[in-house]
């Protein structure tokens, strides 16, 4: 149970254009999904909440109008990355929250690895 | 402010060996919860285990054990008599109660060689 699933999990795009990555939670209701970057050798750096029904809250430095969040079902986020840049190459990783309180569990999806040329 | 430090950026060993990855936090939250995750290079993250702040019972599972220290701020991870699969990076990682977010350290590259 509480498997997480993205798509696409490659995709190359051409600089200037927009790419959507989805996000979602197969066997459970997610109330809240987390949006993670992670760079080459690097650590993962959380970009956003997103919380079903609501506007996403980003973290500090991330461009809200760059990275579009929306959440719209319990079992799907999705993120566009708008005009794409060669340097918002990286890997996206979300993931979802199965309950509040003592649990406090997040659930991961594959990745999505985003080239920009 | 949340901050998980792994000072260990790369670490080599030959199978069998035992290796443990070592894990620094720090929190100003009495409630809060550690993590250890593993990325093989397939990328994907696989959860390793949680352990919550009130509970600093040691845990073992399989050849996987956890030293859970709050006197020293630290979660330490110990692998016994390592082997080839378990060559990837390994994330330590604190989570805030109210928001479940999640602060990842900056990952320690396990490589074991035959």
């Known amino acids: 149970g509480a498997v997480v699933s993205q798509h696409p999990s490659r995709v190359i795009c051409k600089s200037g254009t927009s790419v959507k990555i989805e996000c979602r939670s197969l066997?459970?209701?997610?109330?809240?999904m987390f949006w993670y970057r992670q760079f080459p050798k690097q650590s993962l750096m959380l970009m956003a909440t997103?919380?079903?029904?609501?506007?996403?809250?980003?973290e500090q430095g991330v461009e809200k109008d760059k990275f579009l969040i929306n959440h719209a079902s319990l079992t799907l986020s999705t993120l566009t990355v708008t005009s794409a840049h060669p340097e918002d190459s990286s890997f996206y990783i979300c993931s979802a929250r199965l309950s509040r309180g003592v649990k406090n569990e997040q659930y991961f999806g594959p990745g999505t690895r985003l080239t920009v040329t | 402010a949340q901050k998980v430090t792994q000072a260990q950026t790369e670490i080599s060993v030959v199978e069998k060996e035992d290796v443990t990855l070592d894990c620094v936090y720090e929190?100003?939250?009495?409630?809060?919860?550690l993590f250890w995750y593993k990325q093989p290079p397939s990328g994907e993250l696989v959860f390793l285990i949680r352990r919550n702040s009130f509970d600093e019972q040691n845990e073992i599972s399989g050849r996987y054990s956890w030293n859970f220290q709050k006197s020293t701020s630290s979660f330490n991870f110990t692998i016994t008599a390592s082997q080839v699969v378990d060559s990837a990076v390994y994330f330590c990682a604190l989570s805030e109660v109210i928001t479940d977010k999640l602060i990842f350290g900056t990952g320690t590259r396990l490589q074991v060689f035959p």
């Open positions: 066997d459970f209701q997610a109330t809240t």
């Open positions: 929190t100003r939250d009495t409630t809060y919860y």
């Open positions: 997103s919380n079903e029904g609501s506007k996403a809250t980003y």
